[in-house]
């Protein structure tokens, strides 16, 4: 195989994905390698793979054929949680040419002169020195970036694989951090979203806790917005729920999975929290910030979960006042403990209950859409829209915004929100 000259990175899975995705993206460019719009023009394909459900595993292998089927056969490379958790089993089943885990593609150059040697490439370590310090500097961004500040997870719930596709729970040095942010708002950034798998887990030496970092970005003049995401409940410490009221920078959105609204299925989950627990700390997060707009994952179908613990969930729903939600039917994950537990929900009980959950939170979603219109908001202008003319943001409670303006894309703009569609907002330039 030659020394491909143009590549193309495609990332599933969650954002940190993506985050993992525009680094390696960073790094293959450091090398000489030109980017192409379009996999099937690419001489090397990064497949940055997501493993937690199995519709998404299985997406890598029919991805793999279609890009062979192009006729052009690609380097292939396979990233992510798919390639931390099967190794070699891919190479056996697929025939891909490099495998590299999340902690390890700061080795992809070397991997891909590896492979075009022919030589095997297979690199899933996680080693204890971290990855990041071995990656290019960050040069050109969007208006809203990604910034990784803590990775792995402890947590063990009993239907996930992250814990084993992510490795342990880590905090990158808070001065390294507040280093990327900077150079993030010098390529262009105003809204930093600081990503972790337990986000809220973020700690140091000091004990500062991701209230103390979320200070510390707010002192860098240029950001303009900060989010964070994925927050597990039992991390919500007191300093991150008043910096929802003391810091002006801090977007008022939370995204706190619950996953059910039963005490008997969170304790099966291992989710080491109660429906009454989570439903205080949102007691707590709304008397800091009380417009803040609420997010949470649902799984339906966890075995031996009853009808009377489905409604358990559907309640908490209506308790808890979702702005957006995500909801998933549950899929057995090989080598977690809920993939041996008894009691399988049949898939048309789960398909019944996910369209109720569904349709639950479409309706929540749609009355706090609703809600805005009439209100001015701040939206932070990120892409072009369907109409000439047309730029697309973020309100400050992560809704899409259109309007019509000259704005550039990368400006803040006051806006008065005239309409709530189901998936976006129609807003108008306040003159
Ligand atoms: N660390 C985050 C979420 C990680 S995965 C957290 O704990 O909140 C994102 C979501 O995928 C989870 O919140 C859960 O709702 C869903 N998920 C994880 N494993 C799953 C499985 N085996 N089947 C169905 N959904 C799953
Ligand atoms: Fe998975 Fe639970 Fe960890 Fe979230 S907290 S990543 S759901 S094990
Ligand atoms: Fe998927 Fe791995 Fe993210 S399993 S959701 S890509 S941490």
Redesign the pocket.
């Given at each position: 195989m030659t020394t491909p000259k143009t590549f193309h990175v495609k990332s599933f899975?969650?954002q940190?994905?993506v985050y993992d995705g525009e680094r390696m993206g960073e790094l293959m460019a450091a090398q000489g390698l030109t980017a192409t719009a379009d996999a099937n023009d690419a001489d090397l394909v990064v497949l940055n793979t997501?493993?937690?459900r199995e519709r998404?595993t299985e997406k890598v292998y029919s991805d793999i054929g279609r890009l062979r089927k192009h006729g052009r056969a690609p380097m292939i490379a396979i990233a992510?949680?798919v390639a931390q958790a099967e190794g070699e089993e891919i190479v056996r089943r697929a025939k891909v040419d490099v495998v590299v885990g999340p902690q390890a593609y700061h080795n992809l150059p070397e991997l891909v002169a590896q492979a075009a040697r022919g030589e095997s490439a297979i690199d899933t370590d996680m080693p204890l020195a971290s990855k990041f310090g071995a990656l290019p500097a960050r040069r050109k961004v969007s208006p809203s970036a990604f910034l990784t500040v803590q990775e792995g997870c402890d947590k063990f719930c009993t239907y996930c694989?992250?814990p084993y596709?992510?490795g342990a729970e880590v905090s990158r040095p808070f001065a390294a951090i507040v280093d990327e942010a900077k150079a993030l708002v010098d390529a262009g950034a105003k809204e930093i979203t600081l990503l972790g798998?337990n986000v809220n887990a973020w700690d140091d030496a000091e004990g500062r806790g991701l209230h103390g970092l979320i200070a510390a970005l707010d002192r860098i003049e240029g950001l303009r917005r900060i989010r964070y995401t994925t927050s597990h409940p039992n991390d919500m410490r007191d300093g991150l729920i008043r910096a929802h009221a003391e810091v002006e920078k801090l977007m008022p959105f939370l995204h706190l999975p619950v996953q059910s609204g039963s005490d008997r299925i969170l304790k099966a989950m291992n989710r080491s929290h109660s429906r009454n627990s989570y439903l205080r700390i949102l007691d707590r997060v709304r008397a800091a910030r009380p417009d803040i707009a609420l997010s949470g994952d649902f799984i339906v179908g966890f075995p031996g979960e009853t009808d009377a613990e489905f409604e358990e969930t559907l309640s908490l729903v209506a308790e808890a006042g979702y702005a957006q939600a995500f909801s998933f039917k549950y899929s057995p994950r090989p080598g977690t403990p809920a993939a041996e537990m008894d009691g399988a929900v049949p898939a048309e009980v789960m398909d019944e209950r996910l369209q109720r959950l569904q349709a639950a939170l479409n309706r929540d979603q749609e009355a706090f859409n609703a809600g805005t219109v009439g209100k001015t908001c701040q939206v932070l202008l990120e892409r072009r829209g369907k109409l000439p003319g047309q730029l697309i943001g973020k309100s400050p409670w992560l809704q899409s915004v259109h309007l019509m303006t000259d704005a550039a894309i990368g400006d803040m703009v006051e806006v008065d929100i005239v309409r709530a569609d189901p998936n976006s907002l129609a807003g108008r330039l306040r003159s």
């Open positions: 899975g969650c940190m994905n997501c493993h937690i998404a992510g949680c694989v992250v596709t992510r798998q």
